[in-house]
């Protein structure tokens, strides 16, 4: 169940009624008229099934609630009550499957902004791996995957592609770009310095790798692994089930990718620095496209729920 808590001009707050009242899957509808001083107005407080939010919310931002007053949403962890569970019973379909794209906006918005931490992270995850592929270290690969936040700019040009929101799709862009851009050349510079100090070696990176040898050879499986991980990321986002997303970090090696064209370019080694960018490359178009399907489905799948919904509502 999620709650929301609206702040509504005095004028709107009989509209806002209306469509809570008439929105399956709603319960627990509470009216404080006159209470809110900043905007002033009156609060509105209910519970909706995770299953009918989207659609609910839908309906109050076309009312202007967002502008001219507030809309916040929070999830219930535990509800005591007969209401609420006829309102999830009466909402379709299940709640773990709901996407509510107003928090999927937010949410990628936020994981998407080029930012000091997110640079960070980028960064020390590509140094993190350049030690895995020189060492020929899996676990340091496999730890500088769940390190890497680059995945928040590849659900975000996803979710821009199916929400036509082009300002979030060059923000993604961006981030993504430039982020890789700074953690492969600031990984550069520290090849450079381990190499000087003895810790690499041009004929470490060159010999035999068993364990990493993976990250400069794509394939048509590196292709699949890529789309299976993108559609799962994808609905790890929308879904209750956002614990699957640390599984899709470890699975797809970008960060490796990256990590070893930059070790790669630091020793003139070009066969590796580009087998690895395309490495690189395939997993990210890989992702972006199942993620983007996957939101595509989603959005068609609900619009027809949200049809049988208004037709119950109407009947």
């Not at 970008?254 to 580009?274: M, R």
């Amino acid at each position: 169940m999620l709650h929301l808590r609206l702040i509504t001009p005095a004028d709107k707050t009989d509209d806002a009624i209306r469509l809570i009242e008439g929105t399956i899957g709603t319960t627990h509808l509470c009216v404080l008229t006159g209470a809110a001083r900043d905007p002033a107005g009156d609060v509105v407080m209910c519970d909706v099934a995770r299953e009918a939010g989207d659609e609910l919310l839908s309906e109050l931002q076309r009312l202007g609630l967002d502008a001219s007053g507030s809309i916040s949403v929070e999830n219930i962890d535990l509800s005591l009550s007969k209401r609420a569970e006829k309102a999830e019973k009466d909402a379709p379909g299940e709640s773990a499957d709901a996407v509510l794209w107003e928090h999927l906006s937010e949410a990628t918005h936020e994981e998407s902004t080029l930012s000091v931490t997110y640079l960070a992270f980028l960064t020390l995850a590509t140094m993190i791996a350049a030690c895995g592929v020189v060492l020929d270290n899996a676990i340091l690969i496999v730890g500088a995957m769940a390190v890497g936040p680059e995945f928040g700019p590849l659900a975000g040009i996803c979710t821009a592609a199916v929400q036509r929101r082009p300002r979030l799709a060059l923000r993604s862009v961006i981030a993504l770009l430039v982020g890789f851009a700074v953690a492969m050349l600031v990984t550069v510079g520290f090849s450079l310095f381990m190499d000087a100090v003895g810790l690499f070696t041009k004929e470490q990176l060159e010999g035999d790798r068993p364990q990493t040898g993976f990250v400069y050879a794509p394939d048509w499986f590196s292709f699949v692994v890529a789309v299976l991980a993108g559609a799962a990321g994808t609905l790890s986002l929308t879904s209750a089930k956002s614990g699957a997303l640390v599984g899709v970090a470890i699975s797809v090696t970008t960060v490796p990718a990256a990590a070893n064209a930059a070790v790669a370019l630091s020793y003139g080694d070009t066969v590796q620095t580009w087998g690895s960018t395309e490495q690189l490359l395939l997993n990210l178009l890989g992702i972006i496209l199942a993620g983007t399907l996957t939101l595509l489905a989603q959005k068609y799948f609900w619009a027809g729920q949200h049809r049988r919904l208004r037709r119950r509502a109407q009947a």
